[in-house]
């Protein structure tokens, strides 16, 4: 079971803003207990989410302050998931931790419910995985390896929900959708692995 959840997007005033406060809403109207936190890759610490974003959360009940944090040792440490909005903050992450190779995902990935794409997922994920400890023991990569992560990629959906930064309402909701539509994933998969 995961019990504390770090959503991550780069400034931490849109995206991850809205999926931490719209995850403790559901999480909390389900009866899921967890914590849940969010970060950026390139915040500022203490600077306010986007109006958009705030009146979103507001409109759906979602009363919490957030602000924005930076993406620091301490919380990828804190966190038993960790959840980016796209690819590249996936990948920003594991460059800059390592460690986190086992726990961090894009939302869209970790909530897929299609078995076979999830299944494509596993295997993509289990063989990063293997690449990242090579890399990290300074081994070689062989061409091989680096074909057999082109054709895992080839054809997989994609997995990043779009950035509504200067955007109007409209760009923001539409983002706020998706991202709920994930999270209502999300809580469903937790729930199978949640022992209570």
């Known amino acids: 079971m995961y019990e504390r959840i770090l959503f991550v997007c780069t400034g931490n005033t849109c995206r991850s803003p809205m999926a931490e406060g719209l995850f403790r809403k559901l999480a909390e109207r389900e009866g899921l207990s967890c914590e849940v936190r969010s970060a950026g890759v390139s915040a500022w610490d203490g600077s306010p989410i986007s109006k958009h974003s705030a009146d979103i959360l507001q409109g759906r009940g979602v009363l919490d ?9 301490q919380t990828v440490s804190w966190a038993d998931l960790i959840l980016t909005m796209t690819t590249g903050h996936k990948e920003t992450l594991i460059r800059r931790y390592p460690e986190t190779v086992e726990k961090v995902y894009t939302l869209k990935e970790f909530a897929e419910d299609d078995p ?3 299944e494509a997922i596993a295997e993509r994920q289990r063989l ?4 990242q400890i090579k890399r ?3 081994e070689r990569i062989t061409e091989e390896e680096l074909r057999q992560v082109r054709q895992l990629d080839f054809g997989m959906p994609g997995f990043d929900i779009v950035d509504p930064y200067g955007g109007d309402r409209a760009t923001y909701e539409k983002s706020a959708a998706e991202i709920e539509a994930y999270l209502i994933k999300l809580i469903r998969k937790l729930r199978q692995t949640d022992p209570n």
Do not use: F, K, M
């Not at 302050?65 to 040792?73: C, K, L, Q």
């Not at 990063?128 to 690449?131: A, P, Q, T, V």
């Open 65 to 73: 302050r957030i602000s924005s944090s930076a993406v620091t040792d």
């Open 116 to 118: 076979s794409v999830a």
């Open 128 to 131: 990063h995985s293997e690449l």
């Open 136 to 138: 990290a023991l300074g």
